[in-house]
């Protein structure tokens, strides 16, 4: 069984959760829960720790608002 990386056997993969979401906004929850903490990692290297936080939550924000244009059948 293959698992994209970040998810644990048994749970939800992105794409999934990503269609949950379409009617579940809170869903979406999940992702930032799974990702963030990368998302602020990779921003702080590089554009130090005050910027991360204001790039990480405008990358999930867009992300949240751009949910309905992922290919979740992409492989």
Do not use: C, K, N
């Not at 794409?15 to 809170?26: C, N």
């Not at 963030?36 to 949240?64: C, K, N, Q």
Request: hydrophobic letters at 45%.
């Amino acid at each position: 069984m293959t698992v994209e990386p970040g998810v644990s056997v048994g749970q939800d993969s992105d794409a999934a959760v990503i269609e949950r979401s379409w009617e579940e906004p809170e869903a979406f929850a999940v992702l930032f829960d799974r990702h963030a903490d990368s998302v602020h990692r990779y921003a702080a290297r590089r554009l130090g720790a005050e910027a991360a936080e204001d790039v990480m939550a405008e990358t999930f924000t867009t992300a949240f608002q751009q949910r309905f244009r992922y290919r979740t059948d992409a492989a």
